[in-house]
C-alpha cells in the first residue's frame, strides 16, 4: 500500500511532463516554420503518439473530450494565439439539422370555398421596347404617311397605289372575311395570368394563349361591326412546321372556292426581333398605351411564282395603313414587301398581318388587333 501511494505522485509528475513537452515541441515547431499549418502537418506526423498522448491529456486537463478536433490539437492549438486563430476560421462541422414535424391546421367547413387564384409570371425585364418606324434609307418608299420597307428590287410610288387602292365593300350575301394562321401556335411572352405550355420555343398549342386567340378578337371585333367572318383555327404549323404554307394555301383556296363573297383574307401571324446580342424586342405604339404594333407582309412575283395582281393587294395594303396613320399614327410599322407571295395569290383582297413580337405581351397583342379591325370595320362600305 505504501509503494502504491509513493508511486502516483510519480507517475502524475511524468505524465504532466510528457504533455508539456509535446507542448514545448509543437511550439518550436512553429518557432521554425512560422507556418501553423505546415506545423500541423508535422505534428501529425507523430501519429503513434495520438493515442498515448490523449490518454495522458484526459487525466490532467479538463478539455471538452465531444469535439471532432484530437485532443492533443485542442491542447496545443489552445496554447498559441497564433494557431487559435485557425480554430475560429474554420469551426468544426455541425450535424445537418433534421426537419420537425408540423401540425396541420384543422380544416374548418365553409360554405363558399374560393376559386384557387391563378398562376401569374411577370414579364422579363431584359426585352427592350420600341417604336419602330421608316428611316430616311432608300430602302423606305413614303408618302402622306405611309411606308414601305422594300426587300424587292421593284420601283414604288407609294402615291400611285394609294389612289389606285380598291375599295373593300360589304356581300350581299355570305361571309365577308375569311381569318386564318398559317403559324397558329405562335405566342407571346408569358406575362400576368397569360401563361402556357410551351409545344416549342415562345409556341404553344393553346389556342387561348397564341395566334388563334388574336385571330378571334379581331373576330369580335369585326362581327360586332356587322360583317360576317369564317375564323379558320386549325393549327396549320403543327406537328410540321416547315409545310405550314402549303397546307394553310390549300385551305384558303377551298375556303374561296366555297365562299366567292370573301372580299378580305387575313393571315394573322407576330414577329420575331432578337439582336445579335441575343437582345429581345417588343414593339411598342407610342400613342396608344399597353399597344403593340403591327406589321402587314405582302408578297410578289419576284422568284418568279404566278402572282400577277400582287401590286393591287398592296395597293390594299397601303390604304389600309393611311387609314390606321391617321387615326393612331404609329399604331402600324412600314409595310414589309416581300419576294416571296404568302398564299396571297388567290384573292386582290390578301393581307398578312404580323401582330406585335414575341417579346410582346398577349394583352399587348390583342390591343393592337382589336385597333386594326376596328379599322377594317370601318373601311368596309355598303355594296
Not at 425585364?125 to 411606308?147: F, H
Not at 360589304?170 to 409545344?199: C, F, K, N, W
Not at 385571330?215 to 362581327?223: A, F, H, N, P, V
Not at 414587301?337 to 405581351?361: A, D, K, M, P, W
Amino acid at each position: 500500500m505504501q509503494k502504491n501511494r509513493t508511486s502516483a505522485p510519480l507517475l502524475r509528475v511524468v505524465r504532466q511532463g510528457i504533455a508539456l513537452f509535446l507542448t514545448a515541441v509543437a511550439l518550436w515547431l512553429v518557432y521554425l516554420t512560422a507556418d501553423p499549418a505546415q506545423a500541423l502537418d508535422k505534428l501529425k506526423q507523430l501519429a503513434q503518439w495520438d493515442q498515448l498522448t490523449s490518454k495522458l491529456l484526459e487525466f490532467e486537463f479538463p478539455w471538452r473530450m465531444e469535439e471532432s478536433r484530437p485532443l492533443w490539437e485542442q491542447v496545443i492549438l489552445g496554447q498559441s494565439s497564433l494557431l487559435a486563430g485557425i480554430t475560429q476560421a474554420t469551426p468544426a462541422p455541425t450535424a445537418t439539422p433534421q426537419p420537425t414535424a408540423t401540425l396541420e391546421p384543422e380544416v374548418q367547413e365553409e360554405e363558399d370555398e374560393e376559386e384557387p387564384l391563378p398562376q401569374t409570371t411577370t414579364a422579363p425585364n431584359g426585352i427592350v421596347p420600341s417604336t419602330l418606324t421608316a428611316s430616311n434609307s432608300p430602302v423606305y418608299a413614303t408618302y402622306d404617311g405611309v411606308s414601305i420597307r422594300n426587300y424587292t428590287d421593284y420601283s414604288l410610288d407609294v402615291k400611285a397605289l394609294l389612289e389606285a387602292a380598291p375599295k373593300l365593300t360589304r356581300a350581299q350575301d355570305g361571309p365577308d372575311v375569311l381569318i386564318y394562321h398559317s403559324h397558329a401556335t405562335e405566342a407571346y411572352t408569358m406575362d400576368g395570368t397569360d401563361m402556357y405550355e410551351e409545344s416549342d420555343s415562345y409556341r404553344t398549342l393553346d389556342t387561348e394563349q397564341n395566334m388563334v386567340r388574336v385571330g378571334t378578337e379581331m373576330t369580335k371585333i369585326l362581327e360586332a361591326a356587322g360583317l360576317e367572318v369564317i375564323h379558320d383555327t386549325t393549327l396549320y404549323d403543327y406537328p410540321d412546321y416547315n409545310d405550314a404554307y402549303n397546307r394553310s394555301s390549300q385551305a384558303v383556296k377551298a375556303t374561296l372556292d366555297k365562299y366567292p363573297s370573301i372580299r378580305l383574307v387575313i393571315d394573322v401571324h407576330r414577329d420575331a426581333l432578337v439582336a445579335d446580342d441575343g437582345t429581345i424586342y417588343k414593339t411598342v405604339a407610342g400613342t396608344v398605351d399597353n399597344c403593340a404594333q403591327v406589321m402587314m407582309v405582302m408578297g410578289t412575283d419576284f422568284l418568279g411564282q404566278t402572282h400577277p395582281n400582287w401590286r393591287v393587294n398592296l395597293s390594299l395594303a397601303t390604304s389600309i395603313q393611311k387609314a390606321l396613320a391617321d387615326k393612331w399614327s404609329t399604331l402600324a410599322r412600314p409595310i414589309a414587301l416581300r419576294t416571296s407571295r404568302f398564299n396571297q395569290h388567290y384573292s386582290t383582297g390578301c393581307i398578312l398581318v404580323e401582330v406585335g413580337s414575341h417579346g410582346n405581351t398577349l394583352q399587348e397583342a390583342i390591343t393592337a388587333a382589336r385597333l386594326y379591325a376596328r379599322t377594317l370595320a370601318d373601311m368596309f362600305q355598303s355594296s
